[in-house]
């Protein structure tokens, strides 16, 4: 990945994007999540949105396997909890075990202190570069408390 800064990496760079804890289930029910910020609404009737997810990250092929995924909306209030999706959890772990979660209706688990959650079924997908953009049908949501969603401005846009 790029790491020096050209003019291109310094505007794209300011694009801002939200934050957002994506979630689903592995196929032996293991919920598994990850910091995403490439992540916006697409449709409205129905409902979508679509998130790009890096090639070969297990999320992905278990969003695959479970046609599922939810979203975890962050704000200031809540941005302390992405910090257990930083890194790999330790061997026999999950970085929800030590948060306070609940099950979106079609499994996945999203965070209860988050601004809000968005409950998506897969809705097909289309590869891209180093991601795979993945197409969610929104079919459940709830707004927890009242507040703004938090964003992110990155200073190199060709690198996270």
């Known amino acids: 990945m790029p790491t020096e800064t050209t003019p291109l990496a310094l505007a794209l760079g300011r694009v801002p994007t939200g934050l957002y804890i994506v979630s689903t289930r592995a196929a032996d029910g293991t919920p598994l999540g990850f910091l995403g910020s490439f992540l916006v609404q697409v449709g409205i009737d129905p409902p979508t949105l679509c998130v790009a997810i890096a090639k070969g990250r297990d999320h992905?092929?278990?969003?695959?396997?479970?046609?599922?995924?939810?979203?975890?909306?962050?704000?200031?209030?809540?941005k302390g909890l992405m910090g257990s999706f930083?890194?790999?959890?330790?061997?026999?772990?999950?970085?929800?075990?030590?948060?306070?979660?609940?099950?979106?209706?079609?499994?996945?688990?999203?965070?209860?202190?988050?601004?809000?959650?968005?409950?998506?079924?897969?809705?097909?997908e289309h590869e891209t570069g180093d991601h795979v953009v993945v197409f969610g049908r929104i079919t459940a949501g709830e707004l927890l408390r009242e507040g703004e969603p938090a964003t992110h401005v990155r200073k190199n846009g060709l690198g996270y």
């Open 60 to 78: 992905l092929q278990a969003i695959r396997d479970s046609r599922s995924f939810a979203v975890s909306i962050l704000d200031e209030a809540s």
């Open 86 to 124: 930083f890194r790999p959890p330790p061997e026999g772990t999950t970085p929800f075990d030590d948060l306070e979660t609940q099950d979106a209706p079609s499994g996945p688990p999203v965070l209860a202190g988050s601004l809000a959650w968005l409950d998506c079924e897969h809705a097909g």
